[in-house]
Every structure is written in structure tokens, then in C-alpha cells.
């Protein structure tokens, strides 16, 4: 596995995708993988970060990809489909994109552009729906004393589609081992473990304390990924509070 990143650091390939596309492809020559983890996030929006960028980013990522003769793997997140609920209550990746945020819209649009683009050029892509990961969420990550949720009026508490650190780590390299296979893997992936989790249920698993707050009208119940097409590729458990805590932790302490 090579690395890079636009900032020099141990183990790492320096290259910048948006100021240096050559370079990019240079570092990706002999690869037959290239993952897309950059992306603008909602907290780098705040500081002035174009949430632009985010299709510019994964159309580099696919330029680097044609260059080399690699498949693209690019990250998308939960958030394109905003307040849908899916069928059966599940967010199945065929369903209709309907993002409520403008981190959202951005992603859905990154989307766009990089199927547009590959339906142009033939390149190989998969775009991973990304769920909360276990400690870069709103709960485990966002923990603080005196630490809030929204409560529901049927007394539950925002339930997510959940991922481990540590299992998305597995779950990629599957993925990269799928390909390496020859095994054909499709545009859209729901990246998640089965089942979905409730982060009051992952609060109390981990021992950090909440209350409750009344959920304003615009907080969203369930987000719940549909993830057959993941596991028909890769073994993944379902998700548990306590699992996803052990995952949490056991990556804290390799960090």
C-alpha cells in the first residue's frame, strides 16, 4: 500500500491531486488501486473550504486511474440520501438521491460527476457510501461532559448504519482483494456493518454519560443502509454498540 498526501510525514508520498494531476499519476503508476479518501468536510466548509472541491478531488483521483490503468474507489457518505427512509426502511444504493445539507448536495454531485465520467471513458469506479464510523461520529467522536442527544417523542435516539474503524479498514482491503480476484465489483457500495444503531445504545456500551434534549423537527429518526451488495462480497458482523465500541478503542489504542 502507498500512501500519499499533500503534506510530507513518515510513509508518505507527497502529492497534491488538484495542484499537481501528473504527479498524482506518477505515484499511482504500477497500482492497480487507487483510493480516494480527500474529501471537504462540513467543518472544513465552516473554515472556507469549497465544497467544490469534492468532485474536483474524485475527477482527479479517476484522471490518475485512466493514466494508470487502476480502478477508482472514491468516497461518498449517508448523507446524499438526507431524510429518505428507503423501502422497508432500508437505503438501498439504486435508490433516489434526496441530500437535505449541502454536504450532502456535494457528494451527490461528486457522484454525478464521476458516473457521468465513467460512463464517458469506461473507466472501472465504486463509490463508497460511507456510514458513521465508530469515534468520527457525532457521539463517540463528539463526546464531551455534559453531552446531549436528541430524543424522540417514542423515547429513542438518533440510529445510525455503524462501521468500526478497524472493520472498515478489513472491509476495504476485502474490497482491494475482490478486485485483485477479478471478481466484478459494482458502481455503488453501501459501506456499513448489517443493522443499525442507536448512539445513546453506543454512548452507554462505551461508559460516557448523556441526556436528552427534544429532537427538533428537522433531526433525522433512522438512516439505515440496505447492505447485501456489500456482504455478497465481504464477510461483515452486524453491527452492535459494543462491538463498534471495541473497535473504537482497540484503534485508539493502536493510534
Known amino acids: 500500500v502507498l500512501w500519499g498526501a499533500r503534506e510530507p510525514g513518515p510513509g508518505l ?3 497534491d491531486p488538484l495542484g499537481d494531476p501528473a ?3 506518477r505515484a499511482a503508476g504500477g497500482a492497480r488501486a487507487l483510493l480516494c479518501l480527500a474529501g471537504i468536510t462540513p467543518a472544513a466548509a465552516a473554515r472556507g473550504a ?3 472541491d ?6 482527479a483521483a479517476l484522471g490518475a486511474a485512466e493514466t494508470v490503468g487502476a480502478h477508482a474507489f472514491v468516497c461518498s457518505s449517508a448523507a446524499v440520501y438526507g431524510r429518505a427512509s428507503g423501502t ?3 437505503l438501498r444504493e439504486d435508490d433516489a438521491l434526496t441530500p437535505a445539507a449541502p454536504y450532502g448536495e456535494a457528494k451527490a454531485a461528486m457522484e ?11 473507466q472501472g469506479v465504486t463509490i463508497l457510501r460511507i456510514g458513521n464510523v465508530a469515534g468520527a461520529d457525532a457521539a463517540l467522536g463528539g463526546w464531551r461532559p455534559g453531552f446531549t442527544l436528541d430524543a424522540f417523542p417514542d423515547g429513542t435516539t438518533p440510529a445510525r ?3 468500526g474503524p478497524g472493520m472498515l479498514a478489513s472491509v476495504l482491503g476485502a474490497l482491494m482483494g475482490a478486485l485483485m480476484e477479478a471478481r466484478d465489483l459494482p458502481q455503488v457500495l453501501n459501506i456499513a456493518q448489517p443493522g443499525a444503531v442507536e448512539m445513546g445504545a453506543l454512548l452507554t456500551a462505551a461508559g460516557l454519560p448523556w441526556a436528552t434534549r427534544p429532537a427538533p423537527e428537522t433531526a433525522i429518526a433512522r438512516v439505515a443502509f440496505e447492505t447485501g451488495r456489500l456482504t455478497a462480497l465481504v464477510p461483515v458482523p452486524p453491527a452492535t454498540p459494543q462491538g463498534l465500541v ?4 482497540a484503534d485508539q489504542a493502536i493510534g
Open 13 to 15: 508520498t507527497r502529492c
Open 23 to 25: 504527479g498524482l499519476a
Open 50 to 52: 469549497d465544497f467544490g
Open 54 to 59: 469534492d468532485a474536483r478531488l474524485a475527477l
Open 88 to 90: 422497508g426502511g432500508l
Open 112 to 122: 454525478a460527476a464521476v458516473l457521468e465520467r465513467a460512463a464517458r471513458t469506461g
Open 161 to 163: 448504519s455503524y462501521i
Open 246 to 249: 471495541a473497535d473504537w478503542r
